[in-house]
């Protein structure tokens, strides 16, 4: 596991059915057998509407924002 960190900003929500918030977090460095991508741009969609809701199994510390733009900095 890598100690190395990389301060992210995030839409987060805190509880079901909450208001999403832009936050900055912390993400550890890739493991070995992961490659770090720089997200360029992304948006919400109806998938993270229903996950934010809980009426899918989603985890409320999930990832959310299905539809990302991307490039590898690997």
């Known amino acids: 596991m890598s100690k190395d960190t990389t301060q992210i900003r995030a839409a ?6 909450g208001p999403f918030s832009i936050e900055t977090l912390s993400l550890e460095g ?4 992961e490659v770090l991508v720089k ?4 948006g919400l969609c109806h998938t993270d509407m229903v996950a934010r809701d809980k009426a899918t199994p989603y985890r409320i510390q999930s ?3 299905t539809k990302a733009q991307a490039s590898s900095r690997a």
């Open 12 to 17: 987060v929500v805190r509880e079901k059915g």
């Open 30 to 33: 890739p493991r070995r057998d």
């Open 39 to 42: 997200v360029l741009a992304t």
């Open 63 to 65: 990832c959310l924002a």
